[in-house]
């Protein structure tokens, strides 16, 4: 007797682009099935596993969140992923769909890849990819190559190589899609979003569709069944990275900065935007600690797009403020350091 395959779930998109909101509507939206969700952050301290597990959704106990935090685990397939992967099947009562929050930085192929190992390869199967998309940044010009820029390094050294590295995560992420989508959809026009479906379309290697939406809001139905079995469909899969071997994220960096009490999250808000806008930093998250709230302040920066909302009391002995800072390579961290935390 042949056993059926767990369905995994894979959710790509770049850094900020709604991947958690989205894992979050599908976990309050489970309709009693068995979900669990191994959560992957390219930065030192997991606060997208926190945000899922401060959810409070009954039916999705803290167990049913693996954190696979401190790198991308396109790059550590063996020693990280395969195994949280086992260890979920394992359980007693194993789920009986597992979603895959990837980091913002990931490329999802080597993902898609290692269904095919044989210590899964019987028990699991890629049920689909879901890429989503910041409807807002792409409209901004987020991932396209500035001509310009191309054009300056070329004259400083033509043997450079030109590729943006943003844009390629992000049409990595689009190549090995079987759903695409395109969230964010409050912040941009009519226009715009027409402008950016037309850039997605651009970039999807075959038929793919693409769900406008906002905050994730898909129904889980439509998110979830896709039957795609992704791992047997390499090939119509293509990546940038496909003649590189392994990409190991080197045109980004990300490092931590402790905070101070601050007196108002209005003023920790002007200091973000100030540093995000002076170095164009790609996202920041963390908890901050504001003083006389006994509940701490969630706050998450995507370019200088700064969010916040308290969202849970300080666990005892954990009250200290610390944010993640993501960015393209060459910041000077002390800098930044003093504009947020000085
Ligand atoms: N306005 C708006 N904000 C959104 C939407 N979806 C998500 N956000 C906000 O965008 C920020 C990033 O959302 P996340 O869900 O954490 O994004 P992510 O892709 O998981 O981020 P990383 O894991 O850091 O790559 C948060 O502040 C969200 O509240 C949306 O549709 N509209």
Known sequence: ?????????????????????????????????????????????????????????????????????????????????VPALKSLLDRPSPPEHIVIETSGLALPKPLVKAFNWPEIASRVTVDGVIAVVDGAAVAAGRFADDPEAVARQRAEDSSLDHDNPLEEVFEDQLLCADLVILNKADLISQDERRTVAGEIAKTLPRAVKVVETE?????????????????????????????????????????????????????????????????DILRMKGFVDIAGKPMRLLVQAVGSRVQHHYDRKWPAGERLGRLVVIAEKGFDRDVIRGLIAS
């Open 1 to 81: 007797m042949s056993i059926a395959k767990v369905p995994c779930t894979i959710v790509t998109g770049f850094l900020g682009a709604g991947k958690t909101t989205l894992v979050r509507h599908v976990l309050e939206n489970a309709d009693g099935r068995r979900l669990a969700v191994i959560v992957n952050e390219f930065g030192d301290v997991g606060i997208d596993g926190e945000i899922l597990k401060s959810c409070g959704i009954e039916s999705c106990p803290e167990d049913a969140i693996v954190e696979l935090a401190n790198g991308c685990i396109c790059c550590t397939v063996a020693d990280d992923f």
């Open 215 to 279: 905050n994730g809001k898909v129904p889980i139905k439509v998110l979830l069944g896709l039957g795609a079995e992704a791992e047997s469909d390499l090939a119509s899969r293509p990546s940038h990275h496909d003649l590189e071997g392994e990409h190991d994220h080197e045109d980004f960096d990300t490092f931590i900065v402790d905070l101070p009490v601050f007196d108002s999250p209005q003023q920790l808000v002007d200091r973000l935007v100030k540093a995000a806008d002076a170095h």
